[in-house]
């Protein structure tokens, strides 16, 4: 009888040590960013997708804000939360009530964008009551339970329609400028409305600038960072472009053409209702990323092994090693295959679902 008790008392203690383990975070790359578990979503992903409909423009303003948090916040020393301070009602200002991403006026005073009366100088002409900023990510950096800095993406119009009504692309400087203060406005207001932004957390706002034209996806182009004082900023260069594309064919040509290559040996190895196409994003005038997806219809399982197999072999034809290329093959629209290719290696790695 006496063992029995000390066996219960064992487990009790055994069951109530486990439920104080929080679940452990591993990022699914080695470098890249483990989120924090569990995992809490937020209402502003809605938001977001009111804002731009395309999918993967979202996926690139916040992964590229990933990528650029490296910078100032250690992935082995952090994991990441989204959206833990500025939620839906935070940015939202479409039924005229207060919210961050709403224009300036007596009863929005934390509106960010310019007031209706207000003229913008694009610096090639003016604008009256524009909408600059558009939506902003937000990524929160912890080690447990403790706050060690934020990083936020200010997504903004890269043209404007003039009082005229004609459509011009806002001046570099000015948007710099627009970027430079209204960030600031958005930190002191952080800091001031919640406990826990004090001023000892590190702030990191980058600016991505969208690009109407369909060859391209705009990217980041400035960034300050927060750290007590007022910001220090600095201007990037940062652009996606779509392939095949007159417009790659102009930033890139070896590239464009390796593209070129590489799709017509998979077209013509299955001539019927195969489509590839990628996109690239540079950083300084280099390739890092290379996205390409490649589009079938109605084929067999032994067809599309035969086309993950081609696809894969003929990955030598890029020659260009400092970046990271990543093939997606679906069939009707069902992802089967994905290979990947890391910076400076040779050798493919492959995940198929068949």
């Known amino acids: 009888m006496k063992k029995n008790k000390i066996l219960c008392v064992l487990l009790s203690l055994l069951l109530v040590g486990c439920s104080n383990v929080s679940q452990s975070s591993t990022a699914l790359y080695s470098g890249d960013y483990a989120a924090s578990l569990p995992f809490e979503d937020s209402d502003t992903?809605?938001?977001h997708?009111?804002?731009?409909s395309d999918l993967q423009c979202r996926v690139q303003i916040e992964s590229g804000l990933m990528d650029l948090s490296k910078t100032y916040f250690d992935p082995s020393q952090v994991?990441?939360?989204?959206?833990s301070f500025l939620d839906y009602d935070e940015l939202d200002?479409?039924?005229g009530s207060r919210g961050l991403l709403g224009t300036l006026r007596d009863d929005n005073p934390i509106g960010l964008n310019p007031s209706k009366d207000e003229e913008f100088d694009t610096g090639n002409g003016i604008a009256t009551g524009p909408v600059i900023l558009v939506d902003i990510y937000e990524l929160d950096w912890y080690t447990g339970?403790?706050?060690k800095g934020i990083s936020l993406s200010f997504v903004m119009n890269g043209s404007l329609y003039l009082d005229s009504g004609s459509e011009v692309k806002i001046n570099e400087k000015q948007l710099n400028d627009y970027f430079d203060v209204t960030s600031n406005k958005l930190v002191s207001y952080m800091r001031e409305r919640f406990n826990e932004v004090t001023s000892n957390i590190p702030i990191y706002v980058c600016g991505y600038v969208l690009d109407e034209e369909s060859q391209s996806y705009g990217g980041y182009t400035r960034t300050g960072y927060f750290n007590r004082s007022q910001g220090t900023f600095e201007s990037i260069d940062e652009d996606w472009y779509v392939m095949p594309s007159t417009q790659m064919e102009s930033v890139d040509a070896t590239m464009a053409s390796e593209f070129n290559?590489?799709?017509?040996?998979l077209t013509d190895f299955l001539t019927d209702?195969?489509?590839v196409t990628a996109k690239v994003k540079y950083e300084n005038n280099a390739p890092k990323k290379v996205i390409i997806t490649i589009e079938a219809h109605a084929k067999s399982t032994g067809e599309i092994l035969a086309l993950g197999q081609a696809a894969k072999d003929n990955m030598s034809m890029f020659t260009q090693l400092e970046c990271r290329y990543t093939v997606t093959i679906?069939?009707?629209?069902e992802t089967y295959i994905v290979i990947q290719r890391k910076e400076n290696e040779t050798e493919c790695s492959v995940i198929s679902t068949l």
């Open 273 to 275: 209702y195969t489509f």
């Open 79 to 83: 994991t990441f939360k989204t959206h």
């Open 330 to 333: 679906k069939n009707n629209n």
């Open 93 to 95: 200002a479409t039924d």
């Open 261 to 265: 290559t590489y799709k017509n040996s």
């Open 145 to 147: 339970s403790d706050l």
């Open 45 to 47: 992903r809605v938001k």
């Open 49 to 52: 997708a009111s804002l731009i």
